[in-house]
């Protein structure tokens, strides 16, 4: 049976800065000029790039946002909680996998500007994803969330931001 470290191992994964293992897999050749792009872009972006992303429970990834849609997809292991809020404050609870009776689904699009954490719904388990973002990735783009300054915006989510930060 596969596992977290097979995966870890098998996929040559990293630590990520927000938790979990990753590693990039496409980084397009193709770039969109800045002109071409909305103002929130600094400069050129690749058209697309992607990740492998895994998580394991006990871990979780760090509530964050980028200028970019991502789509997540999932690959193994179980079920992956991405919990998102919007800039009106709305929070949602994205179940990402493959069993539809308990309300996965195997895509799950996180949209540009969005805060965005998760974690493993099941003990003692894992989730290897995948994960496109477009316009692409660059670090420049991402921003980690502050407690703090999380709870001040959306002080009725106190308990979710205090789990993913």
């Known amino acids: 049976m596969k596992d977290a470290e097979y995966w870890i191992e098998k996929l040559k994964l990293l630590p990520h800065p927000e938790g979990g293992f990753y590693k990039e897999t496409y980084r397009s050749d193709e770039i969109i000029n800045r002109v071409h792009l909305p103002q929130r872009f600094k400069g050129h972006r690749n058209i697309s790039t992607s990740i492998f992303y895994l998580i394991q429970y006990g871990q979780f990834s760090k509530l964050h946002r980028i200028k970019s849609d991502e789509m997540w997809h999932f690959y193994d292991g179980c079920g992956l909680i991405i919990y998102s809020i919007n800039k009106n404050g709305k929070l949602t609870e994205n179940k990402l996998g493959i069993n539809a009776e308990e309300g996965e689904c195997p895509q799950i ?13 099941k003990q003692d388990s894992y989730c290897l994803s995948g994960c496109t973002v477009s316009p692409g990735f660059h670090f420049e783009d991402f921003e980690m969330g502050n407690r703090e300054e999380l709870i001040n915006l959306f002080p009725e989510h106190k308990s979710i931001i205090n789990d993913l930060t």
């Open 109 to 121: 699009l996180i949209k540009a500007g969005d805060w965005f954490g998760a974690k493993v719904s």
